[in-house]
């Protein structure tokens, strides 16, 4: 059976801001509340004031960025944050892109796999209380929390191409993915998780695919909505080569030297955006449980972008009343 989670669909700026979805998590049926690496206010304060408003709910963090820090402190906010809501936390964490580890190093990783299998380690290790040292080619690490009895803690892993997965396989409790079209995961990223998982000798990770999704509507330009809530990702070159893997007709050319209104039209016919009424979306969204998908996110940031908050609020109810889970 899939979960079905939402996101929070903007930065908030208040706190405040975040509640109506918190809500939403505590009087539906969905899942568990998630949210990006936020450059304006962190994801972790803002689910802890949640929390002291009254609203304790399963959190996700989807992912943060390593470069921002370290391994130690990486486990001590997820504990802090088990503990403070009372509730499980899915910590996922991602290597980000070259241009943000340059600014945050000096200069890029040379292996985000490596660095990746390094960090993953090191904070189950702080949490679990792994007495050996890793001292590796990015990190070190040998401090250790105390152990003290809480809510559960997954690690999670950002995949997108077939070697992240890999090591999402071998080491991670929760595989997310960004904008991956339910074809790509289920030929590309399944498999290689399946592949990873054998040679570590353990189960599968869980995979939780973070889907932007926008209903119709009048007032509704299906072309904007999906240039509102991934234009950024369709102008870097390895997400265009994701997308095109998993079946998406992206226009010939860089983002920026073509149509904006086509390479976004290509968004949601190749269903990377999904875009329809809510039987039309909710048939769509079944094509990411036949992949093997085990909690879907709904992302309706382009809802928010262009129609405000309130408007995402009242999509996502709409969304999980058609699944019959409001």
Known sequence: MTDYSVLVPFVPRRPEQLLPFAGLVRWTGAHRLWQGQGMITEPHQGFAHAAGAGFRVPTGLGVTLMPMRHPYEAALQAKSLSLTTGESVVAGFGPGSRDLQRAMRGEPYRSPLTASREYLTAVRAALTGTPEALDGEYWHQAGRIAPLPGPRIDLGLGVLRPKMAEVAGELADVAITWLTPARYLARHLVPALAAGARRAGRPAPRVTAIVPVALTGDDRDPAR???????????????????????????????????????????????????????????KLAAYTEAGVDEIVLNVTGVASLHGPQAASQELKALLASLGLA
């Open 225 to 283: 909505l999906a240039l509102a809530s991934n234009g950024a990702h369709l102008g870097l070159p390895h997400y265009r080569d994701m997308l095109r893997r998993g079946g998406v007709a992206l226009p010939d050319g860089g983002f920026a030297d073509g149509d904006e209104t086509a390479q976004a039209l290509a968004l949601v016919k190749g269903d990377a955006f999904l875009y329809g009424t809510a039987e039309e979306v909710r048939e």
